[in-house]
């Protein structure tokens, strides 16, 4: 999956600590839109602020690429994740049913969005 990200030329983001992976983002962005596909930090050293710092970073490379806005599914069940988001300006603007795989069948997707640039058309009606 890394390497399909990487070929196909998205941001793929690492974060070191003394040699140590502790935690990695990956975004795409074209065409005036940029996604989250992951945001991920090591368990051992969450809590510490790291996910926002890469966060700032990722959005910034948004805004690098001329990104309007950002979308990323998060689980539901996340509230970590979503909480961050929340927190960051990102606010819900949908669901995907039957998105992700769960312990029982499948979980929804909560569906957010940062707007970067102020634009008549936002939020979707
Ligand atoms: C979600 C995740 C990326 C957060 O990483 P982190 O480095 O611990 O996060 P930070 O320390 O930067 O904290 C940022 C915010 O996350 C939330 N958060 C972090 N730890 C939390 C906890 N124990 N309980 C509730 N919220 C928490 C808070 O909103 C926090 O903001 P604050 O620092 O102002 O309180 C991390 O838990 C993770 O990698 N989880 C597994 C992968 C994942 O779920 N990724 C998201 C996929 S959409």
Redesign the pocket.
């Known amino acids: 999956m890394f390497r399909d990200c990487l070929s196909a030329g998205y941001e793929l983001w690492l974060l070191e600590q003394e040699n140590d992976l502790i ?1 990695y983002g990956v975004l795409s962005a074209a065409g005036g839109e940029s996604h ?1 596909l ?6 051992t ?11 700032a970073r990722l959005v910034d490379l948004a805004r690098w690429h001329h990104a309007e806005r950002i979308f ?4 539901p069940s ?10 960051f300006g990102f606010s819900e603007v949908g669901r995907r049913p039957n998105y992700y795989p769960a312990r029982n069948g499948r979980e929804e997707a909560v569906v957010m969005a940062l707007q970067l640039v102020v634009s008549e058309q936002w939020p979707p009606v």
């Open positions: 935690g989250l992951n945001l991920c930090i090591c368990a050293h969450q809590g510490q602020g790291h996910a926002r710092r890469l966060l990323l599914e998060v689980r996340n509230r970590r994740a979503e909480d961050l988001y929340l927190s």
